[in-house]
Structures are given as C-alpha cells and as structure tokens.
C-alpha cells in the first residue's frame, strides 16, 4: 500500500508558467502593443490607459527605424506586464467594433429625420413602437418646423434640434 504524502514528496513544487508560456505571453503583448501602435495619436490620448504608457505608445509611433520600432514594441509589451491588460483590449475593441455601432446609429438617426421632413408618418409611428417613452408631440412639431424653415430657406435650426431629439430618445433608451 502507497503511502500518499510520499507521492507528494516525489512531485516538484509548481513554480510558475513554463519559460515557453511566458514567451506565448509576451508575444501575445507585443501583438496588442503592435495594434495599439496602429491607432491614431488622438484616439491613444483621449484613452483611460496610463499616461506614461499612452507616453511611450506615442514615442513607439514617432520610430521610424525598423530595428528601434521593434525593440520599442518588445519594451511596450513588458509595460504591459504591469498594467491591466484588460482596458488595452476593450479599449480596441471600443475602437473597431463601437464605431461601427455609432455609424449605424448615426445613419439611422439621419434616415428617420430625412424621412420625417419628408411628412413620413408611418417613420414617426416606427419610432414611438420602438421607443414608447418618445415625446410624439415635440418631435412632430420639430419636424414641421425643420421642414418650414427649408421651404423659407432659413437656417436648419429645428432640423438640428431634431435631429438631437431623436439621438436623446435612442440615447435614453440604451
């Protein structure tokens, strides 16, 4: 019969990923740093990611030389390794995925108010199925009002105001 603390006493401790896991990690970094690389300076400013990480991105994007750009790279990557990665990734993510989502909404918003100056009611009954709480009233009058200052040729004042009420019921809605 085996004795079970003997078993114990031949294994070795875990010490930690293997040397070739950390180089998966580090290459999986280098990769986001790489990415981030790619974004424009003003989107990298404006994000939440540490100032002197955002610092040493945008001296990452002003190297031009090939060999300074990939020691940079590697030098981002092991920044990486004491920052949370995880608003690296959403903060891309925002970037690819949440701009397309802000076109689509932007593109629907213009095609309801395109159609509503038009005196599409069936548009202003599609909005208010869709968003119950909607003030009927207020954007029906926006949209006279917007489609009267076309005809007179006056500056598109109710067409913007609208406009930002209809992007306020979506908004509300979210």
Do not use: C
Request: charged share 35%.
């Amino acid at each position: 019969m085996h004795n079970t603390e003997d078993l114990y006493d031949d294994e070795e401790e875990y010490s930690g990923p293997s040397r070739s896991q950390k180089k998966r990690d580090m290459t999986k970094l280098q990769k986001l740093a790489e990415q981030l690389m790619k974004v424009g300076s003003e989107a990298i400013k404006k994000s939440e990611l540490p100032k002197y990480f955002i610092d040493e991105v945008l001296t990452a994007k002003a190297i031009t030389a090939h060999e300074a750009k990939r020691r940079q790279t590697q030098y981002l990557g092991k920044l990486m390794r004491e920052i949370e990665t995880q608003p690296v990734i959403d903060f891309l993510n925002d970037l690819e995925f949440g701009n397309s989502e802000k076109n689509m909404r932007f593109h629907q918003l213009e095609k309801w108010r395109e159609k509503l100056l038009e005196g599409d009611q069936t548009t202003l009954d599609e909005i208010m199925e869709l968003h119950p709480h909607a003030e009927r009233q207020r954007i029906a009058q926006l949209a006279r009002n917007a489609k009267k200052e076309i005809e007179a040729g006056k500056p598109p004042k109710s067409s913007k105001a609208l406009f930002k009420a209809l992007r306020e019921v979506i908004e509300s809605a979210s």
